[in-house]
């Protein structure tokens, strides 16, 4: 049951915000224009019920609160979970596939209430095994959840009937349990929540859904190696269901006033994440240590700890809430989820229209400020889940474990991190050197998403085998979003596509720069640009084809958006493209001994052939094999109302020969395509 909410509350975030996202796009052009067969098409009517269904996922804990004393409302929810969890995967499925992830998280959320009072010691084991299994399917998937495509049904009926037979048993085991335990005494299993339990619930659950139960996310902000912390972070996850472990974090704060143990803890945790995500690598004796993604892990460690810590046991003939403080974590787990996607949107954010537009002034700049503080979101949520610990004075929730608990507890640990770190495992790439001709592309995949925000990684996998390219500069790559269902893009199409691949976040450094490569790639660095609105960066890749370097420089400028005026905007673009060059000058002067030497300058560049941007770039030497093609062999930004070039492949002064270009139109799977050139080897 952990694993299916874990699996479906990911999926519900990433669909509810491209389903969203789709609506709103529509509604902006006159009825009719788009064709409902539009990939990713959703009207507006049919968002509203998929909304409205998520009333039932804050409703059902609530209600569940008045049957969970019935023995088989655990199993009713276990039921319903498992025929829903088939519905997600399955073709004609009777509801979509929204609605369905929404059945799961709902009946998963109701089962937790059940969960808490009749069964309270199983609470962190619920959230802890769901998340560990999830971390080692998203290993075997190269970050991708293959548990969410048609191809996994059958795996996921076996699941689904050995969850329901596993809950039928269990539901006949409660029943003499329950006679045995009833009395004065207080009961472990019987347990409650409070309402700042509740809030903090909704902080951790988001905290480990962003960043810390999720390897790709937590290796993307601190620049370290994918296949090297997967085992770690699966480790630190799953170490608090030691009994020994629990025993000394026990002894850890027992020096501690009860009063004050709670903020210690809180400042420990904090600092590693401070410290993590600012301070990625550093220096010594000659090697460059991971010192960042070792400091997030340790977080994890203390973070996965505070699960115990949300529950307590119930005292006799005492009165609790705890399906209304479920329903409450919920809210603030969705709360997080908004400020989450302001530190990545911030700059899009829009004025309202009429009557509201008397909001915009404070609104909008007060929307907008969410710029980089993606930390400050973090360390908020970090803090609220860490209260039920400050204000929990009379009693310290870790306490020892039984042998037989020991042995179950080292199960996952002896069985999973092995899994997981295998499955982890980079793929051999087979350089491709010496050829006659070497194609290089570049291609804006959107985050992952079509025109109509339809999730589409494998049509954009299918545009560049079709393109041939050997590398390949891409633009809007998400490396761990909660909106892009949490995948390394630029990880899973390298894996799929057998190639390298080279990252460099931008903003909140989980969307930026990705350079593919068939070519070893034998450096890279980036850099960010000055920028008002949306970060933007410069990646610098190189790949050695033969006994020189070929330069790789990747870019995506800045966005003209409607409602601010072109000239600042354009004016932000240029300030960019000078960065760019006296980037490129200073490397000229530094790196490469006063010659360029072979240089790809490419990306999106957000502005059309004719431009006085472009001319710029021009007039300093760069050259553009597509000078002159007509628009229909040009056009790289492909939209159901317009088309317009806007990314661009640049030679440094004939260094390299093009011999041809193309653009892959026909795919649209992003809202960009695929433009390549020839070169000559």
Same mark, same amino acid.
């Given at each position: 049951?952990?694993?299916?909410?874990?699996?479906?509350?990911?999926?519900?975030? &990433?669909?509810?915000?491209?389903? @969203?996202?789709?609506?709103?796009?529509?509604?902006?052009?006159?009825?009719?224009?788009?064709?409902?067969?539009?990939?990713?098409?959703?009207?507006?009517?049919?968002?509203?019920?998929?909304?409205?269904?998520?009333?039932?996922?804050?409703?059902?804990?609530?209600?569940?609160?008045?049957?969970?004393?019935?023995?088989?409302?655990? +199993?009713?929810?276990?039921?319903?979970?498992?025929?829903?969890?088939?519905?997600?995967?399955?073709?004609?499925?009777?509801?979509?596939?929204?609605?369905?992830?929404?059945?799961?998280?709902?009946?998963?959320?109701?089962?937790?209430?059940?969960?808490?009072?009749?069964?309270?010691?199983?609470?962190?084991? /619920?959230?802890?095994?769901?998340?560990?299994?999830?971390?080692?399917?998203?290993?075997?998937?190269?970050?991708?959840?293959?548990?969410?495509?048609?191809?996994?049904?059958?795996?996921?009926?076996?699941?689904?009937?050995?969850?329901?037979?596993? !809950?039928?048993?269990?539901?006949?085991?409660?029943?003499?349990?329950?006679?045995?335990?009833?009395?004065?005494?207080?009961?472990?299993?019987?347990?409650?929540?409070?309402?700042?339990?509740?809030?903090?619930?909704?902080?951790?659950?988001?905290?480990?859904?962003?960043?810390?139960?999720?390897?790709?996310?937590?290796?993307?902000? @601190?620049?370290?190696?994918?296949?090297?912390?997967?085992?770690? +972070?699966?480790?630190?996850?799953?170490?608090?269901?030691?009994?020994?472990?629990?025993?000394?974090?026990?002894?850890?704060?027992?020096?501690?006033?009860?009063?004050?143990?709670?903020?210690?803890?809180?400042?420990?945790?904090?600092?590693?994440?401070?410290?993590?995500?600012?301070?990625?690598?550093?220096?010594?004796?000659?090697?460059?240590?991971?010192?960042?993604?070792?400091?997030?892990?340790?977080?994890?460690?203390?973070?996965?700890?505070?699960?115990?810590?949300?529950?307590?046991?119930? !005292?006799?003939?005492?009165?609790?809430?705890?399906?209304?403080? +479920?329903? =409450?974590?919920?809210?603030?787990?969705?709360?997080?989820?908004?400020?989450?996607? *302001?530190?990545?949107?911030?700059?899009?954010?829009?004025?309202?229209?009429?009557?509201?537009?008397?909001?915009?002034?404070?609104?909008?700049?007060?929307?907008?400020?969410?710029?980089?503080?993606?930390?400050?979101?973090?360390?908020?949520?970090?803090?609220?889940?860490?209260?039920?610990?400050?204000?929990?004075?009379?009693?310290?929730?870790?306490?020892?474990?039984?042998?037989?608990?020991?042995?179950?507890? =080292?199960?996952?640990?002896?069985?999973?991190?092995?899994?997981?770190?295998?499955?982890?495992?980079?793929?051999?790439?087979?350089?491709?050197?010496?050829?006659?001709?070497?194609?290089?592309?570049?291609?804006?995949?959107?985050?992952?998403?079509?025109?109509?925000?339809?999730?589409?990684?494998?049509?954009?996998?299918?545009?560049?085998?079709?393109? &041939?390219?050997?590398?390949?500069?891409?633009?809007?790559?998400?490396?761990?979003?909660? @909106?892009? /269902?949490?995948?390394?893009?630029?990880?899973?199409?390298?894996?799929?596509?057998?190639?390298?691949?080279?990252?460099?976040?931008?903003?909140?450094?989980?969307?930026?720069?990705?350079?593919?490569?068939?070519?070893?790639?034998?450096?890279?660095?980036?850099?960010?640009?000055?920028?008002?609105?949306?970060?933007?960066?410069?990646?610098?890749?190189?790949?050695?084809?033969?006994?020189?370097?070929?330069?790789?420089?990747? @870019?995506?400028?800045?966005? *003209?958006?409607?409602?601010?005026?072109?000239?600042?905007?354009?004016?932000?673009?240029?300030?960019?493209?000078?960065?760019?060059?006296?980037?490129?000058?200073?490397?000229?002067?530094?790196?490469?001994?006063?010659? =360029?030497?072979?240089?790809?300058?490419?990306?999106?560049?957000?502005?059309?052939?004719?431009?006085?941007?472009?001319?710029?770039?021009?007039?300093?030497?760069? +050259?553009?094999?597509?000078?002159? !093609?007509?628009?229909?062999?040009?056009?790289?930004?492909?939209?159901?109302?317009?088309?317009?070039?806007?990314?661009? *492949?640049?030679?440094?002064?004939?260094?390299?020969?093009?011999?041809?270009?193309?653009?892959?139109?026909?795919?649209?799977?992003?809202?960009?395509?695929?433009?390549?050139?020839?070169?000559?080897?």
């Amino acid at each position: 049951m952990g694993l299916f909410f874990v699996q479906s509350l990911r999926l519900m975030i &990433g669909l509810l915000y491209s389903r @969203t996202s789709s609506a709103a796009l529509i509604s902006t052009f006159p009825p009719g224009t788009v064709p409902p067969t539009a990939p990713g098409y959703v009207s507006v009517e049919a968002l509203g019920v998929e909304l409205s269904a998520l009333g039932v996922v804050f409703g059902l804990p609530i209600l569940m609160a008045l049957f969970s004393r019935f023995r088989w409302a655990a +199993v009713a929810m276990v039921l319903t979970a498992a025929v829903a969890r088939v519905w997600v995967v399955l073709p004609d499925a009777p509801v979509s596939q929204l609605l369905a992830t929404q059945i799961v998280v709902a009946a998963a959320v109701g089962y937790l209430v059940t969960l808490i009072t009749s069964r309270a010691r199983l609470f962190p084991a /619920f959230f802890i095994l769901g998340f560990a299994l999830d971390q080692t399917i998203r290993a075997f998937g190269n970050t991708f959840d293959p548990s969410m495509q048609p191809s996994y049904l059958n795996v996921q009926v076996g699941l689904s009937i050995g969850l329901v037979a596993a !809950a039928l048993l269990s539901g006949l085991r409660v029943q003499s349990a329950l006679q045995v335990e009833e009395g004065v005494q207080i009961d472990a299993n019987r347990g409650t929540l409070s309402l700042w339990s509740g809030v903090g619930m909704g902080a951790m659950l988001y905290l480990q859904l962003s960043l810390f139960a999720l390897p790709n996310a937590l290796t993307a902000r @601190t620049s370290a190696d994918y296949a090297l912390f997967v085992p770690v +972070v699966l480790a630190c996850s799953l170490l608090p269901l030691i009994p020994a472990v629990r025993t000394q974090a026990r002894a850890l704060i027992a020096p501690f006033d009860s009063g004050t143990r709670g903020w210690v803890w809180f400042v420990i945790a904090a600092a590693l994440v401070i410290f993590g995500m600012r301070v990625p690598r550093i220096g010594i004796a000659g090697s460059d240590i991971m010192i960042g993604a070792i400091l997030l892990c340790a977080a994890q460690l203390l973070i996965s700890l505070l699960w115990w810590w949300f529950v307590r046991p119930r !005292a006799p003939r005492e009165r609790t809430f705890p399906g209304l403080w +479920v329903a =409450l974590g919920a809210l603030v787990l969705a709360l997080f989820i908004g400020l989450d996607t *302001l530190t990545f949107d911030y700059a899009f954010v829009q004025g309202l229209a009429p009557p509201l537009d008397v909001v915009n002034d404070v609104v909008i700049p007060l929307m907008r400020g969410f710029r980089g503080m993606g930390l400050g979101v973090i360390l908020l949520a970090l803090f609220l889940a860490t209260v039920p610990m400050i204000l929990s004075t009379r009693r310290v929730a870790w306490v020892p474990g039984t042998r037989l608990e020991t042995i179950g507890s =080292l199960l996952p640990m002896l069985t999973l991190v092995p899994l997981a770190s295998y499955f982890a495992q980079p793929i051999a790439v087979v350089p491709q050197l010496n050829l006659r001709e070497y194609r290089i592309g570049t291609y804006n995949i959107h985050n992952g998403f079509s025109e109509f925000y339809a999730h589409s990684l494998r049509g954009i996998a299918a545009a560049i085998q079709e393109s &041939g390219v050997h590398i390949l500069l891409m633009q809007d790559v998400d490396a761990g979003r909660l @909106t892009s /269902f949490g995948v390394d893009q630029g990880l899973w199409l390298a894996r799929t596509l057998g190639m390298d691949v080279r990252y460099f976040g931008t903003v909140e450094s989980l969307t930026g720069l990705a350079v593919l490569s068939r070519v070893p790639i034998v450096y890279d660095d980036g850099f960010l640009l000055p920028s008002v609105d949306q970060q933007a960066g410069l990646q610098r890749v190189q790949v050695q084809p033969d006994q020189n370097v070929i330069k790789i420089y990747n @870019t995506a400028l800045g966005v *003209l958006l409607a409602g601010d005026t072109i000239e600042e905007q354009e004016a932000g673009q240029r300030a960019q493209l000078e960065a760019i060059l006296s980037i490129i000058r200073t490397h000229i002067e530094t790196d490469y001994n006063g010659q =360029l030497g072979r240089t790809i300058l490419g990306g999106t560049f957000n502005n059309v052939p004719d431009s006085p941007l472009l001319q710029i770039l021009r007039s300093t030497g760069f +050259v553009d094999p597509f000078a002159g !093609a007509p628009r229909e062999r040009s056009d790289t930004l492909i939209r159901i109302d317009r088309s317009a070039r806007v990314s661009y *492949l640049w030679i440094w002064r004939e260094t390299l020969t093009p011999i041809g270009y193309n653009v892959i139109r026909d795919n649209a799977a992003s809202d960009h395509r695929l433009a390549f050139i020839g070169v000559e080897g």
